[in-house]
């Protein structure tokens, strides 16, 4: 049986719900993170609760659970699911509102299932369609993925994979992942502004400073058109290869070499995080 | 005891709850309409049905439910919960989603409140902050309001009551009503795009076209500051005065005439209704 945690509680998964009271139904106001756990060992977990307590500051909801807390009731869900791979979202919404507008006290819940399988994307590569939008609160995880969940019928119809936004000419992220590219001369680059700040996105960042010239500056539509590979960055996919953008091939249309490269130093990075 | 839909089943409102994976708890995914009844008679019920399937349709969410079936179900709970003067949410969320990202069957909820009461604002009216901001997918009325609850310690701060969209110097609406000014030479406009079309706001146009000059077309905040009167229309609130916005004073500073004659027009328009 799956087990889910809704505040202190572990209770059946099937019989976890929230009152329909909460900000999150009313509201869609919420923050969540999420993270992996390989061999039952989360993935950059410090990253992930760093992130989720900044999450929770923006949106001003106060978080009564200290980090040692947290960490108790992710232990406990993981012994009692016993999922050794798997993806952990840990949610806090608004809370019960009796006026359902003010913010109350929040409720946190904890969910735990097994991955999907990404790997035959990591060999083709994905198709990107472009969009002209910018998340609100972009610094936050927010639950708002109201253009993301909406875009899904657009992909479809570019016989692409998922949306990348633009504003002003300038690319920023995938609802789920960030983007990077490859240029001409080598340099990793990725937008650094009006992002979330990815978890892997970081991790990479560092392990492509060892081997090329990085930047965080503006990539432009051009930028994408033009590079010579593209890829994206997640918890659930690592890092996944671009091949085409608007329906315009990217480099040889094939994965890119310094792509595969990062990828493996990536994989070698979170093996070693097992040990 | 109040009730509550879910679905087809009138149940205890205190037992009213959706499984976590719905879609509004995971991506924030959902439309809702929202409508006054007085002495138990729904108020503009055609207007507010209307907008609901629209919101729907816009959001990709498939209603299951017909018009008249709809219907029923509302006077079923208005009769369970006998409120007279109440209002009645009718919402529609993404669904249960085996993934937490794509869209599934909707779940339907009908909550029924008593009414606030605004009546203070109706004599001193309010002030309003501006805040550059414009809505996703703003034709429909989704659960999307995180920046409107994310505003609300701004608004504390800023000593207002709400806050004012604006968007390219071009004021939008507040997050829960439109935005009227009265001109110097009383003629009354109104933003006609990139907003929720108000079932008030337009009774209030056509009552206002019989009496002065009216326009829908772009308010900046120019025109705001300089305005001779301004207000705003909701549902819950009718027709308030708007005597300030960003610590500015409007015309005289208190309601205006204009702005009680017209509010007199719907409360006899309601009255008629009510018949």
């Known amino acids: 049986m799956l087990y889910t945690i809704i505040n202190n509680e572990i209770i059946p998964a099937e019989k976890a719900s929230l009152r329909v009271n909460d900000l999150a139904i009313q509201r869609g106001y919420g923050i969540f993170d999420f993270f992996k756990t390989l ?8 990253d992930h609760l760093d992130r989720f307590y900044q ?4 949106l001003q909801l106060p978080v009564s659970y200290s980090r040692e807390v947290l960490k108790d009731l992710l232990q406990q869900l993981m012994a009692h699911n016993n999922i050794p791979d798997s993806g952990i979202r840990i949610t806090l919404t608004g809370g019960y509102s009796a006026d359902g507008y003010t913010l109350s006290s929040p409720n946190l819940i904890i969910t735990q299932q097994a991955l999907p399988d990404n790997r035959a994307l990591q060999t083709t590569g994905m198709h990107l369609a472009t969009y002209p939008h910018q998340r609100q609160l972009p610094a936050a995880k927010s639950i708002d993925y109201l253009m993301a969940v909406w875009l899904q019928s657009f992909v479809k119809q570019q016989q692409a994979q998922d949306v990348l936004y633009h504003q002003n000419n300038a690319v920023t992220e995938c609802p789920r992942s960030n983007f990077f590219i490859v240029t001409a001369n080598d340099t990793i680059v990725t937008p650094g502004h009006h992002i979330l ?4 996105r970081k991790q990479v960042l560092a392990l492509a400073a060892a081997r090329f010239a990085v930047k965080e500056k503006e990539v432009t539509l051009q930028d994408v058109y033009q590079a010579k590979e593209a890829f994206i960055t997640s918890t659930t996919k690592n890092i996944l290869p671009v091949v085409k953008v608007d329906g315009q091939v990217i480099g040889t249309g094939a994965p890119g070499s310094i792509t595969s490269l990062l990828a493996n130093d990536l994989q070698q990075l979170i093996e070693e995080n097992l040990k």
């Open 39 to 46: 061999k039952n060992k989360p993935i950059f977990l410090e």
């Open 55 to 58: 999450s929770a500051s923006i």
């Open 197 to 200: 700040q990815g978890v892997i």
